[in-house]
């Protein structure tokens, strides 16, 4: 079998549902048998703080929980600002998966056409209004399953199928109604 590996940054502000993204992929990962490292960064999390995780995937085993930089393959962003904070990260054929929607949380956030002139310069980056598009299909709070289902394809190591699986997993205790409705949003943007 052919080694693979992911390592992933997961990024995005308190509240948001980043850390709902994480557990989905571990939990994919762990019924794929994948080996998964995470470490985690809480920031103020109830109080619009930025929160970030670690993520790395191998079939392999993982020594580190940590991703050193220059060599993460994927920054999963539910914020276009948080995703920039990451680049040193970023590996050359690194992809970002972000928001196309800034969280104005601080007094100073960036001018919205510097952020995107230099996210926009960087060659792999795929952004979507996530908020809206939740909206519009009818659930509002799931913009963080949006932003996962943007991404299924670049992960690799585990398809969108045993992704989709994870969030019925993770979901199941809150009822078919959220996990149909979860689910709907995947499907819709992993095309």
Known sequence: ????????ILCGVGGQGILS?????????????????????????????????????????????????GSCDLIISMEPMEALRYLPYLSKNGVIITSSKPFVNIPNYPDEKSLFAELDSLPNVVKLD?????????????????????AAKYLEIVSPAQLRQAVATIFSRKGETVVNANLKLFDAVNQ
Not at 1 to 8: A, L, T
Not at 131 to 150: H, T, W, Y
């Open 1 to 8: 079998m052919v080694e693979m590996k992911k390592d992933i």
């Open 130 to 150: 996530i908020e809206q598009f939740a909206k519009d299909a009818g659930n509002p709070r799931g913009a963080n399953i949006v932003l996962l289902g943007m």
């Open 21 to 69: 993204i994480a557990t989905i992929i571990g939990e994919a990962a762990t019924k794929a048998g994948v080996n998964l490292k995470q470490a985690e960064v809480h920031g103020m999390s109830q109080r619009g703080g930025d929160v970030q995780s670690n993520l790395r995937l191998s079939t392999e085993q993982i020594w580190s929980d940590l991703i050193p930089k």
